[in-house]
């Protein structure tokens, strides 16, 4: 990763703090994007600092178009021209049936998930496609497999930005950008916190460590491994692939599926 300038965006708290941290330790210059919890992406800051790697923190919330559209040439001054994008911020959609979900809870996940990072893609293309090689790599989640009850509006946002990036993977080709997409089930993490609350009857992530796979749920550290790879030269001939990071069981999906909580 040394000589390349990575965009994490969600890169102050759980998985994007972690993917952060790793391509930072695995020597990239890392821009930590956030949307409103500053100290929180200053620590993230600090934190890669203290390893001996290189950080800055930029405020844009991605379903902000004005802050998308003015990020690539903050970032660019800063720490040069980004050849890899992690598009990692989300947030979780109200829980409620199709019956009860009206226009605006769709267009609000829609938004972040979806047209938000098509935005900062586009603002990023230029850079993207002159670096040679260059990777966008998108969270998204198990959920696409389940779509359990409750949660379409996260879950089409999160099919909607698969389908994209399975575009932008075969169109992107010719210009040495690969496109993939890691796909985690419950990850332990303050969105994952609240997805259990919300659903598995006032239960705590700590207490369903058990019976997920190998006897933990996810940690962001496992989900950032697997976009470090992914991102690595070991990986320069995969495009357009869907990783899943679920232990391989239903069981973590049952619970990640949820869609409720904030
Ligand atoms: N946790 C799970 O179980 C799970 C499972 C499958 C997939 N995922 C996906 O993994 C990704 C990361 O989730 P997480 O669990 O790490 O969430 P998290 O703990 O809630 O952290 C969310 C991060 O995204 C940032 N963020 C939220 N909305 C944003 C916006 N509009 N613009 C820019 N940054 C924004 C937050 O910044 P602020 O603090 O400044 O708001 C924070 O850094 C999401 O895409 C999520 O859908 C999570």
Redesign the pocket.
Known sequence: MSGRTALV?????????AVALRLAADGAAVAV?????AD??AEAVAAIEAAGGTARAYR????DPDAVAALPALVRADLGPVDLLVS?????SRGTAVADTADEEYLRLLR??VL?PLALVRALLPDLRAAGRADVVV?????VDAAPPGGAA?TMA?AALEAAARTLAREERAHGLRVNIV?????A????ER?VAATAGGATLAELDASYPFGRVAR?EDVAGVVAFLASADAGYVTGQRLLVDGGGPDSRIV?ASGGGR
């Open positions: 965006t969600g890169g102050s708290r759980g998985v994007g703090r994007n956030y949307r409103r919890d929180a992406a844009a919330p991605v379903d990692n911020a989300g947030t979780a972040v998930h938000g969270v998204s989640s198990a959920i996260y999160k796909a985690p089930g419950l990850v993490t303050d969105m994952g997805l962001p990640a």
